[in-house]
């Protein structure tokens, strides 16, 4: 069965910095991709980034420049490190994966629980 254990988060200032990182476990397995997607309170659950296992990025356009996500194959985990935050980035943060199982016939997409950036003075 396979888990994303997400670590991380906290409140932070405006202009401060932050990492979050997932961990896929459970189950052997390859990986697409794995990524971030964020909620705010009222708004729809939107992607924050995503990396594709051979390294391909895709940011949007919001936190280009700010953020940036990498991935360690070995480890199976992916990494959000978010610079220059502001107040608008305040959300519940989602680690995603699309993997495929051994003997899997498709990709299949895991969601973790979800992990508090909040972003205040």
């Known amino acids: 069965q396979v888990r994303l254990v997400e670590s991380g988060g906290g409140l932070v200032e405006p202009g401060d910095s932050l990492s979050l990182s997932c961990a896929a476990s459970g189950s052997t397995f390859t990986i697409n991709v794995m990524g971030w997607y964020r909620q705010a309170p009222g708004k729809q659950r939107e992607l924050v980034a995503a990396?594709?296992?051979?390294?391909?990025?895709n940011y949007a356009d919001s936190v280009k420049g700010r953020f940036t996500i990498s991935i360690d194959n070995a480890k199976n985990t992916v990494y959000l490190k978010m610079n220059s935050l502001k107040p608008e980035d305040t959300a519940v943060y989602y680690c995603?994966?699309?993997?495929?199982?051994?003997?899997?016939?498709?990709?299949?997409?895991?969601w973790g629980q979800g992990t508090q950036v909040t972003v205040s003075s």
């Open positions: 995603n994966a699309q993997l495929l199982l051994l003997y899997g016939t498709h990709w299949t997409t895991y």
């Open positions: 990396v594709l296992s051979g390294g391909s990025t």
